[in-house]
T-cell receptor, first 111, second 117 residues
Framework: SQQGEEDPQALSIQEGENATMNCSYK?????LQWYRQNSGRGLVHLIL?????REKHSGRLRVTLDTSKKSSSLLITASRAADTASYFC???????????FGPGTSLSVIP | GAVVSQHPSRVICKSGTSVKIECRSL??????MFWYRQFPKQSLMLMAT?????????EQGVEKDKFLINHASLTLSTLTVTSAHPEDSSFYIC?????????????FGPGTRLTVT
């Protein structure tokens, strides 16, 4: 069963703009991860945030986690055409639990 | 980072035949491996969790007799789709994790695209 829900389902922006994707989940979690998937390819791990963390940065990526609202957001700043991909959040209830994926957001960055 | 490979990357088989997909952790020992399937424009759905040396744990709705999983060593897990049908056509992705509680991160393979004709 899927744990998370993501919105928007699809997002189209101009190169240089910021892209924000949101993820909500239903049960308590130990960690939340964001992945990127280019069309028909494997997954690329972007960032992991633990339940006791509120914000994390990695390059142009910024992830926030609000456990009281059971939600997370992924912000990509200064987007590039190469950021075009599907983005998934995935949650784990414990540090070694299976990871459950949300439905994903399809991001298109127009040059 | 850790590397997980899958073989084959693409496979076409006829309806009624069986096909085996391999998942290997190349530079670490994977105590746990996961198998996912992904239909076009959809998310990854977890099929089963396999721990080395023990039986796989299947998610609800996944037929264990149809999707046979073997995790015989710390670097190899196999998924066999038995008596494949066109509705089994999908993208199958494995992931591997080193240890328990040591690393949260799962390392994903590149996926195997199965087409059943």
């Amino acid at each position: 069963s899927q744990q998370g829900e993501e919105d928007p389902q699809a997002l189209s922006i101009q190169e240089g703009e910021n892209a924000t994707m949101n993820c909500s989940y239903k049960t308590s979690i130990n960690n939340l991860q964001w992945y990127r998937q280019n069309s028909g390819r494997g997954l690329v791990h972007l960032i992991l945030i633990r339940s006791n963390e509120r914000e994390k940065h990695s390059g142009r990526l910024r992830v926030t986690l609000d456990t009281s609202k059971k939600s997370s957001s992924l912000l990509i700043t200064a987007s590039r055409a190469a950021d075009t991909a599907s983005y998934f959040c995935a949650t784990g209830r414990t540090s070694y639990d299976k990871v459950i994926f949300g439905p994903g957001t399809s991001l298109s960055v127009i040059p | 980072g850790a590397v997980v490979s899958q073989h084959p990357s693409r496979v076409i088989c006829k309806s009624g035949t069986s096909v085996k997909i391999e998942c290997r952790s190349l530079d670490f020992q994977a105590t746990t491996m996961f198998w996912y399937r992904q239909f076009p424009k959809q998310s990854l759905m977890l099929m089963a969790t396999s721990n080395e040396g023990s039986k796989a744990t299947y998610e609800q709705g996944v037929e264990k007799d149809k999707f046979l999983i073997n995790h015989a060593s710390l670097t190899l897990s196999t998924l066999t789709v038995t008596s494949a049908h066109p509705e089994d056509s999908s993208f199958y992705i494995c992931s591997a994790r080193e240890g328990q509680g040591v690393s949260y991160e799962q390392y994903f393979g590149p996926g195997t695209r199965l087409t059943v004709t």
